[in-house]
């Protein structure tokens, strides 16, 4: 069965740093795209970005809200996908979703993992 | 970017009903349009991919159709488990972008 599991949420000032970690299982980790989605308190879904796999040189797409202080990296020999956010915003408070994709474009965004908070607060 | 826009953005329905929800791109889109479910507190489950594919284990009173800038999903007779927010997304472009979300409440 395919388990996703994010890790690494919690509180942080703005301005501040956070790492979050996904660590994958039940399936080949490294053959697979990898996306980030969030999720704001209450509100609707947010693409944050993708890496694609290595045949596809780890290259990554960013949305405009999170380019330049965001970064995604994966290590295939840990089935891990990571997400580094620094220069935080108040506005980046939310649930963090990691998601399978893949190279075929008609098998993105599933499953999804459980999730987790990251809090942006003074 | 394209803009997804659901309507209704809520809708009050009972078991048994027939139940649709539209989808407008702000543009024109290939095929690349999903439909996911989420319940409260839980993660987003993906129901429908490229319009009308069901996803294996989801029952078949869901159906997905449309083409163009026009998607719609359909569930036939609402179940108690189907009180849920509804999510369109497009993966055409990028960015993939998502709908606002449909929640359907009793």
């Known amino acids: 069965e395919v388990h996703l599991v994010e890790s690494g949420g919690g509180m942080v000032q703005p301005g501040g740093s956070l790492r979050l970690s996904c660590e994958a299982s039940g399936f080949t980790f490294s053959d697979h795209y990898m996306d980030w989605v969030r999720q704001a308190p209450g509100k609707g879904l947010e693409w944050v970005g993708r890496i694609r796999n290595r045949g596809n040189s780890y290259s990554t797409e960013y949305a405009a809200s999170v380019k330049g202080r965001f970064t995604i990296s994966r290590d295939d020999s840990r089935n891990s996908l990571y997400l580094q956010m620094n220069s935080l915003k108040t506005e980046d408070t939310a649930v963090y979703y990691c998601a399978r994709s893949s190279n075929n474009w008609s098998d993105w965004f599933d499953p999804w993992g459980q999730g987790t908070l990251v809090t942006v607060s003074s | 970017d394209i803009q997804m826009t659901q309507s209704p953005s809520a809708m009050s329905a009972s078991v048994g009903d027939r139940v649709t929800i539209t989808c407008r791109a702000s543009q024109g889109i290939s095929n690349h349009l999903d439909w996911l479910q989420q319940k409260p507190g839980k993660v987003p489950k993906r129901l429908i991919y490229?319009?009308?594919n069901l996803q294996s284990g989801v029952p078949s009173r869901f159906s997905g159709s449309g083409s163009g800038t026009e998607f719609t999903l359909t569930i036939s007779s609402l179940q108690p488990e189907d009180f849920a927010t509804y999510y369109c997304l497009q993966h055409t472009t990028y960015p993939p972008t998502f709908g606002q979300g449909t929640k359907v409440e009793i």
């Open positions: 490229d319009v009308s």
